[in-house]
């Protein structure tokens, strides 16, 4: 079973900086793509980043220049780095892989930018 458990949100200020980590199991993380996506309610979940099992990447334009998806396959974990943080950017933060053409999320975790 592909578990997902993502870590680090919380409220910061706009221009801060948060780092988001995904730890995954159940799954050969070397060989997994992963992402990030974000949702505000009553709109659809949209990709905030990719990273594939090579490294390649792929971002929003709305989050170019500002964040970063990086992994690490020893610790099976991959990472979002957002920095200079904007109110837009306020969602609950989800990871993602998909394993034999399914979808697995995590639990998400809440990124509010707000002075």
């Known amino acids: 079973q592909v578990q997902l458990v993502e870590s680090g949100g919380g409220l910061v200020q706009p221009g801060g900086s948060l780092r988001l980590s995904c730890a995954a199991s159940?799954?050969?993380?070397?060989?997994?793509?992963m992402g990030w996506y974000r949702q505000t309610p009553g709109k659809q979940r949209e990709l905030v980043a990719q990273?594939?099992?090579?490294?390649?990447?792929n971002y929003a334009d709305s989050v170019k220049g500002r964040f970063a998806i990086s992994r690490d396959n020893a610790k099976n974990t991959v990472y979002l780095q957002m920095s200079s943080l904007k109110p837009e950017d306020t969602a609950v933060y989800y990871c993602?892989?998909?394993?034999?053409?399914?979808?697995?999320w995590g639990q998400g975790t809440q990124v509010t930018v707000s002075s």
């Open positions: 993602n892989t998909p394993v034999a053409g399914k979808n697995y």
């Open positions: 159940g799954t050969i993380f070397r060989l997994a793509n």
């Open positions: 990273i594939t099992r090579v490294g390649s990447t």
